[in-house]
């Protein structure tokens, strides 16, 4: 028997609002438009991300068409979802380099078939003083205000600005200007993506239906997957890394990361955990399945093996890996022919900012020649560098020339 339409694109989420009308879309007879908005605020698709990103690869399959929306006009304004302080504002030419190097990255999951990429600076910058007092209008102060963060911010006389306001407005509009049918997000995204049906409303269009998907908390098992926090994985990271991350994660994720990250069915997910609360399945055992199926699922059948393979040497062997490959000194990490370590590391990429790579370094996560390196401050000769072997976490090494 085929699956239902509906039930499959129902599964795994998180809510729906309202449920009803999604099986009145699909029996619309036509492609729907689903809307998936992305901010480029860093440079990496993490695990997190890749949650959304499938459901709307699924749509992709079932043969509706996915409208993704580059937020490089609202990632400068910034998203206020779940934060408990204004967030400083992003420049428009670091907004552009994020977004070229995520849309090379969604390529890994979303089909170039039935595909839509749009960048809401398109019709957001050309907006007029008259088309966004309109805006405005559609929309109330004790609206917003019912919003989590806003109003626990509010009641502790935090500040709120009114740019923080704009932004679900802002991206509610987005729904407007691509006539979206559906929009996906996460559950943190499901006040903006409601603000789109009401917008909607106001300007003559059948209201979306709004789903969200869970959140995937990151390597700490506590916070939600983020780049700013370190506790991520992406899925353009080289399989060894990938693989030594994934096996980080605390044990009562594991059922979380098969569902979310590795896709495995939910009757599976659900044999597992039960294996594992009955103790006739090792936690360890089924960490490492989970992991050879994440970086099988980006980096081809095959390479799940052979990262746990190099895992194993590193880890519990304790050896180098067999191949540590040459890596060039970027000419952004020297000046003046100096190499300060916690700028290699943001250039090499093993780091998102300059104060990421110096907790990396202070915790102890940094060698040179085996030698751990725990001076944040730690600054070298480029030439003295060269041939040194870089390692950076368990599982990260390069030989610098």
Not at 11 to 34: I, S
Not at 153 to 177: K, W
Request: proline share 6%; hydrophobic share 40%.
């Amino acid at each position: 028997m085929a699956p239902d339409p509906l039930a499959l694109l129902m599964d795994g989420t998180a809510e729906v609002v309202p449920e009803g009308e999604l099986a009145d879309k699909l029996a619309l007879g036509r492609p729907l438009r689903v809307k998936l908005g992305l901010d480029p605020t860093a440079s990496h698709v993490t695990l997190g991300w890749a949650v959304v990103l499938h459901k709307l690869r699924q749509f992709q399959d079932a043969g509706h068409v996915a409208v993704l929306i580059v937020g490089d006009f609202t990632a400068r304004v910034g998203d206020p979802s779940g934060k408990s302080e204004t967030r400083p504002r992003l420049d428009k030419d670091v907004v552009k380099a994020y977004g070229e190097r995520l849309l090379e990255q969604f390529g890994l999951i979303l089909s170039n078939e039935r595909l839509e990429v749009r960048y809401n600076s398109e019709w957001l910058e050309r907006m007029d003083m008259e088309a966004m007092l309109r805006l405005t209008a559609s929309y109330t102060v004790a609206r917003m205000l019912e919003r989590d963060d806003f109003a626990a911010r509010y009641a502790d006389g935090r500040p709120i600005s009114i740019m923080e306001f704009m932004y679900p407005l802002l991206q509610g509009y987005d729904s407007v200007a691509v006539e979206a049918d559906i929009e996906l997000g996460g559950t943190d995204q499901l006040f903006n993506l409601l603000v789109g049906r009401e917008l909607q409303r106001s300007w003559d269009q059948a209201p979306q239906v709004a789903m969200t998907m869970p959140l995937l908390e990151g390597l700490d098992g506590v916070q939600k997957m983020s780049q700013s926090l370190g506790n991520y994985v992406g899925i353009t990271e080289p399989p060894d890394e990938m693989f030594g991350k994934l096996m980080r994660i605390p044990d009562e994720l594991i059922g979380k990361y098969l569902w979310l990250a590795a896709w495995r069915p939910g009757d599976e997910v659900a044999g597992v955990e039960s294996a594992l609360a009955d103790g006739s399945l090792r936690a360890n055992d089924q960490k490492r399945a989970m992991a050879r199926m994440v970086v099988d699922l980006y980096h081809g059948p095959g390479a799940g093996e052979r990262a746990e393979e190099g895992f194993n040497r590193v880890h519990r062997d304790r050896e180098l890996p067999e191949v540590v490959p040459d890596v060039a000194i970027p000419d952004g990490a020297a000046e003046d022919g100096v190499v300060w370590l916690p700028r290699l590391l943001v250039t090499l990429d093993l780091a998102s900012s300059n104060g990421e790579a110096r907790r990396l370094i202070e915790q102890g996560g940094v060698r040179l020649d085996d030698e751990p390196v725990t001076d944040p401050s730690y600054e070298a000769p480029r030439e003295e560098l060269a041939g040194k072997v870089l390692q950076v976490g368990r599982r990260w090494f390069g030989r610098l020339a």
